[in-house]
């Protein structure tokens, strides 16, 4: 089942970044979006399996995806991610209805990736839904790890909100803004 996002942002250690939602031009204009910065754009999560993850980000938690891709060998993500020449690189970007290139996959099937150790979670990717019960009950029946419901106050509305640790380790906190 598809459900909308509301909301992405980057939970980093240092703290807490929001994305704000750039204002969308039409496609018939060359114009470049008016965005404000700082602007957070696009996480990106590395995993082992693209298909696998897109299961996840598109099909449960609705995310629209881009097509899966192959990296040409002169990619800027060899450096930056320390992935080994010749490696395949294959990625996706994924979308909110409001905003392109939220988030994006880059699967490295190749390489033996690092499996999460029992330290704390060095960052997590921040997604509001519509219904995070139902949410749940689909992450759950994956056999993700997931952590209990909290309910919690903003300073303008309350929310529930509750984790998941993904299949390649990635820790993922689901939030959905309660009605008064």
Do not use: W
Request: glycine residues 6%.
């Amino acid at each position: 089942m598809m459900r909308c996002l509301t909301h992405l942002s980057v939970f980093l250690v240092a703290g807490l970044a929001a994305c704000s939602t750039a204002p969308v031009i039409p496609a018939s204009t060359n114009a470049a979006p008016v965005i404000e910065y700082p602007h957070v754009k696009r996480p990106n999560l590395v995993v082992s399996d693209i298909e696998r993850s897109l299961t996840l980000y598109r099909d449960i938690l609705g995310l629209t995806a881009s097509d899966i891709s192959t990296s040409s060998p002169t990619s800027y993500s060899y450096p930056v991610f320390k992935i080994p020449e010749g490696t395949t690189i294959r990625g996706a970007t994924l979308h909110e209805p409001g905003e392109q290139r939220v988030l994006a996959l880059t699967e490295l099937a190749s390489l033996d990736l690092p499996t999460p150790s029992p330290a704390p979670h060095m960052s997590a990717v921040v997604i509001g839904v519509t219904d995070l019960e139902a949410t749940f009950e689909e992450i759950k029946a994956l056999g993700l790890e997931t952590t209990e419901p909290k309910i919690a106050g903003g300073v303008d509305f309350d929310f529930v909100e509750q984790a998941f640790v993904d299949f390649d380790g990635h820790l993922i906190v689901l939030y959905e803004v309660l009605e008064h």
